[in-house]
């Protein structure tokens, strides 16, 4: 280990390896449970004696950063046990102090088990195993080979064309019949709806979404305060009957839904509500915000138009990506907005980050247009049906006392336990069990979901969903006996 000592300074040698300790460990450079030296190696190492090492370490271990183990050594500890590194020092600027409530909650939730063979449910994409890592990483290199200078630039605010004329060849297929100069390239769908929320809302304004829906979108919507109303589903997606007596109550400025396999429920909705909505939206002069995350991923039944064939006066925005499909990694989306919506959308991206990266948007152009992506996405769906299915044969087997309704595509399976129980009791049990799926209050604006979960059946093997729906049913039982 080597330290820049400075035995001309007026700091003592000992406090000098402490503070270079101490913030190695704060910075997690040294992570816990880590070994220190030996005070008689590192006194070797360092020139020092060892007392000198052997007070460096008493004031760690003071500080909570370490802990002595006689026979053993001087471990890191975990972080919990560290203490704040500015207590000890001068409080943090005024300025800080308003951020010091904010939780940093970047996960929907983190499993505790010490399981040796742990299933996750909760994950929100499908499974990496399938991803096109090989020829993705090919086309990549041949990008770099052929266009080096175009691709490394920082490319047009829009999005590079060519993938922009590949969208718009993709979603003709889906009957919106767009030209490339009405889409726009995102760094994810998050980024799009995102942008949408910041030219047309303002805090305080009424947001129409569906009840559950994606759970981040919600978190979006409260960071930008606005003011979330919300509508119940059913199997066939929105109970748009519910509609026109809400648009008359609260006058929302937007409706955000995801129609097709929507996240949590998988739920679609119907040809005759996605026609109901439309007009209804038009009639009252509200936007629609058509999230179509993963519309390719049907399994069974017939393909409904999206809302966006269905607009013919520029009242539907809409959101697609390519990271559930792809590789989440490549964080590519899009918005396609007809009208002045689309001039003021490309500004707000302009603004904040002047464009999508672009070597990733010729490398995505190129595997698209050599028709790798219609071949990745028809061996998916093939994958994604028999595990869906294996599924919902499992739940069947070992989980009797739930509803559910089966998806006709998509990623996910919406679980409703018994009226008594809730999730939120189910999963540290679960837990215990090697198992870990989303609580479905996270899916929820209004507080309800407590008693639903939602279960990911794309990221898994076969035989994976077997062994946990079978502990699932195992878990489940146990909590009905205790309460």
Known sequence: MRMPLNPNSTQPLYRQIHGYLRQSILSQSLPPNTRLPATRQLAKDLGVSRITVENAYADLVADGLASTQVGSGTFVLPPYTINNPKA??????????????????????????????????????????????????????????????????????????????????ILSSQGIMIPPTNVLITVGSQQAITLVIQVLLKPGDVILVESPTYGKALELFSAFHLKVVSIPIDKDGMKTELLEGILQAYHPKLIYTIPNFQNPSGASLS???????????????????????????????????????????????????????????LRIGFVVAEGPIYGALVKRKYVQDLATPNLVQHALDAYVSIGRYQTHLRRSCRVYRKRRDAMAQAIGRYLPQVDVDIPQGGLFMWLRLPQELTATELLPLAWKEGIDFALGENYCADGSGSNYLRLNFAALSVEEIEEGIRRLGVTLAKLQKLS
């Not at 090989?134 to 064309?161: C, I, K, N, W």
């Not at 939206?281 to 809302?307: K, T």
């Open 271 to 329: 040809g005759r509500r996605r026609r109901e909505l439309v007009s209804l939206a038009s009639r009252y002069n509200v936007p629609i915000l058509e999230d179509d995350f993963v519309g390719d991923l049907r399994y069974d039944g017939c393909a409904q138009p999206a809302l966006k064939s269905l607009d013919t006066s520029g009242g539907v925005i809409y959101v697609g990506t390519f990271s559930k499909m792809l590789m989440p990694g």
């Open 88 to 169: 000890s020092h001068e409080p943090w600027p005024l300025w800080q102090h308003e951020f010091a409530c904010v939780p940093l909650e970047l996960c929907e939730q983190v499993s505790s088990s010490c399981h040796p063979r742990q299933i996750s449910f909760a994950e929100g994409s499908a499974d990496p195993s399938l991803f096109p890592i090989d020829e993705f990483r090919r086309t990549m290199a041949s990008v770099m080979r052929q266009a080096p200078h175009a691709s490394l630039d920082y490319g047009e605010p829009r999005g590079f064309l060519g993938l922009r004329t590949n969208i718009a060849h």
